[in-house]
């Protein structure tokens, strides 16, 4: 049996595969709002709705000395959107998110590591 690895998982950024991400190999994906709203109708008939408002938001660490973080940070100020491609190399899976731009990089001045934040409209096109 095989042991899952962390550091197995690819970001592709613009088609630029990132590199130089924190000791930690650590990323979170999480959407923000519930993929359906509940909705009482007129006549009091209980409706889900599908929630088209949601948004998907997606972090990875990155070291300051990454040759990837000045790509990212330039994006960042240049308001770039494209797609991000989250590659598990441990299960072959790909996650494709597209209409997506970095919503911020945040970190301490004196820290060796700097978080970017991305925001998406849509995961695998849904």
């Given at each position: 049996m095989t042991t899952y690895d962390a550091k197995n998982i690819q970001f592709v950024?613009?088609?630029?595969?990132l590199t130089g991400t924190g000791d930690d190999h650590a990323y979170s994906i999480t959407q923000q709002n519930d993929s359906i709203t509940p909705?009482?109708?007129v006549q009091g008939e209980g409706l889900n709705i599908i929630n088209n408002t949601r948004q998907w938001r997606i972090t990875r660490t990155f070291k300051v000395d990454s040759v990837s973080l000045p790509i990212l940070i330039e994006d960042n100020l240049n308001y770039v959107e494209d797609t991000l491609v989250v590659r598990d190399l441990n299960t072959g899976r790909d996650e494709t998110f597209t209409d997506c731009v970095i919503l911020n990089i945040s970190g301490e001045q004196d820290s060796g590591t700097r978080t970017v934040t991305w925001s998406a409209l849509y995961r695998n096109g849904k």
């Open positions: 950024w613009r088609g630029i595969t909705y009482k109708g």
